[in-house]
């Protein structure tokens, strides 16, 4: 089942929550081009807050840390077909809105090397976004922790954030990195990347 979902997601395109055209028969989607975010909180109003069974909770945030070394864009897309449908809740590449949730990623997922985390500036260089809706109030600033010392160092040629050991760098989006996965109220947003 979890198969036929991602091969769904995949032949749409971008997967995300208010996918168009709705598959004939299709009633999830259905269900989720219909439906309305009345609080404004990015949950659709009336679904239940499921995440996939592979997301665990880590401080509370629910992650899936994939050992599976590929890039950046892979990454995200895999995140995102994870997504349970008719959920109210998201995945998509981990959004690191604070310095403690960088204290998370680093204490459970960078001893093995780097990891690459849902920020970039691929849409406009120099602007570092993060692949969601998600107000993180200007984390991260744009030089300072969690930057690494002298980063973001990589001007046109480097657009895809990952997180090591020592904070946040802005690398080529090519080198095959572990990557992680978040689940939480916030959509994908593709315009960022
Ligand atoms: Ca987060
Ligand atoms: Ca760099």
Redesign the pocket.
């Known amino acids: 089942m979890l198969v036929l979902t991602a091969c769904r997601f995949g032949f749409e395109g971008r997967p995300g929550p208010f996918d168009a055209p709705s598959f004939a028969g299709d009633s999830t989607d259905s269900v989720r081009d219909s439906v309305v975010d009345s609080v404004g909180d990015g949950a659709i109003d009336g679904l239940p807050a499921l995440c996939p069974v592979t997301y665990t909770n880590y401080s509370g945030h629910k992650y899936r840390y994939d050992t599976m070394s590929t890039i950046w864009t892979t990454a995200q897309t895999n995140c995102l077909s994870d997504q349970v449908m008719g959920s109210s809740l998201y995945t998509h590449l981990a959004v690191v809105g604070d310095m403690a949730e960088v204290g998370v990623i680093q204490s459970n997922f960078t001893g093995n090397g780097n990891v690459w985390i849902g920020l970039s500036d691929r849409s406009v260089d120099g602007t570092f976004v993060w692949v969601t809706t998600e107000a993180t109030a200007g984390f991260p600033p744009a030089t300072g922790g969690p930057w690494t010392t002298n980063?973001?160092?990589?001007n046109t040629g480097?657009n895809c954030g990952y997180e090591g050991a020592f904070g946040f760098?802005?690398?080529l989006c090519t080198p095959n990195f572990h990557y992680v996965c978040e689940c939480d109220t916030s959509p994908d947003a593709p315009a960022n990347y």
């Open positions: 980063e973001p160092s990589g480097e760098n802005d690398g």
